[in-house]
């Protein structure tokens, strides 16, 4: 169990501390759920009523709320990115030690200072593994793929040959980097495969959610920059370009040739058209449909909320009418504009 005081914590975060500096925590938890021993934090106001009760021995307030709170007190401007890098100090992850005798290492493998390979991963010939490299259980790392230092692979991601991954990066369990991106020619309806001869370069920090798939590209690289996240079951076609500090939600998809800019935000289940460019940025909502690009910073939306079935039958049937609608309209539009230009034949605008 990792024990820390509310001293050190207080120290570590550059928290204003309203407590005992030798008040033990052994873990954190929701002001709900928290007992003794334990330190929450208040950063959504809708839960401000549970900090009157909770049984947490401390609590990450902002100066706003601090008067509200009845135990101990970590008084910080963003309790909640407080709590973020907080959380990690509390993180327990073990990993392999050493390389496990049933790991299968190719020729020539180059291996840093305490690399740590699990049970069953195997390594093909000439992969860099930079120090402080750890592959998990069952782990595929093709022929001359480089991963730098401190990087993670979790149980059973894939890493094709030749990908790249930067530093301090983490893949969770199931993803596969670098399988052939979809592309096919066609010859009097039967379908030609092309060759995917590029590969995928992963820059810094990168997190990659479980079971996504990043494609490597036709002729040119799939490329994600630095400080890149990407949440579980993304999809990333071949030879998209991802920059940095992106943030990409679950299960969104990106075609093909698409670039995006520096830090945008695709919300869960976005569709992102192919061959199209993203600028710095820019902000979509969940489950939007992007068909073309945007350079200017916004937030973007499409997609239709739940209703009542009834509700939503009724707008779904005036749908397929909205063409029929506009035209009807413009007939209108038209009419009124042609009855304007006709001469007045008011009495008051006749001469005498």
């Not at 839960?47 to 990450?60: C, G, I, N, R």
């Not at 009845?70 to 973020?84: E, F, R």
């Not at 069953?120 to 001359?144: K, N, Q, R, S």
């Not at 990106?254 to 199209?276: E, L, Q």
Request: with cysteine; proline share 4%.
């Amino acid at each position: 169990m990792i024990t820390l005081t509310l001293g050190a914590i207080a120290a570590q975060l550059g928290a204003v501390l309203e407590g005992p500096a030798d008040l033990e925590i052994t873990g954190l938890a929701t002001l709900e759920a928290a007992t003794s021993g334990q330190l929450s934090f208040l950063a959504n106001p809708k839960y401000k009523q549970q900090l009157k009760t909770t049984a947490a021995s401390a609590v990450l307030v902002s100066p706003a709320d601090r008067s509200h709170c009845p135990v101990a007190a970590l008084v910080i401007d963003n309790p909640y990115l407080a709590y973020a890098r907080l959380s990690l100090l509390f993180e327990q992850q073990p990993r392999p030690v050493g390389i496990h005798p049933t790991a299968v290492l190719g020729q020539d493998v180059v291996i840093g200072a305490d690399v740590a390979i699990g049970p069953y991963a195997v390594v093909g010939d000439g992969v860099a593994l930079g120090d402080g490299v750890t592959l998990d259980a069952h782990v595929v790392v093709g022929d001359d793929a480089c991963i730098g230092a401190r990087t993670r692979l979790y149980p059973q991601v894939t890493l094709y040959p030749r990908v790249v991954v930067g530093t301090d990066c983490r893949i969770l369990s199931g993803a596969v980097v670098g399988a052939d991106g979809f592309g096919y020619a066609n010859e009097r309806g039967k379908w030609v495969r092309i060759a995917q001869l590029g590969s995928v370069r992963i820059g810094d920090r990168v997190e990659i959610g479980a079971n996504t798939t990043i494609d490597r590209g036709a002729l040119d690289d799939t490329v994600i920059d630095s400080d890149v996240i990407i949440d579980n079951q993304v999809q990333i076609a071949h030879n998209v370009r991802i920059g940095q500090g992106t943030a990409i939600a679950g299960a969104t998809v990106i075609a093909g040739s698409t670039t995006v800019g520096k830090y945008c935000v695709f919300g869960g289940a976005c569709a992102v058209n192919g061959h199209i460019e993203i600028g710095d940025g820019q902000q979509f909502t969940g489950m939007s449909m992007v068909m073309k690009g945007f350079k200017e910073p916004g937030v973007y939306s499409s997609g239709v909320h739940a209703a009542p079935n009834r509700e939503w039958r009724k707008n779904s049937a005036r749908f397929a009418q909205l063409d029929e609608l506009f035209r009807r309209v413009k007939q209108l539009e038209q009419q009124l504009a042609d009855a304007g230009a006709q001469p007045s034949t008011d009495a008051d605008s006749q001469g005498d």
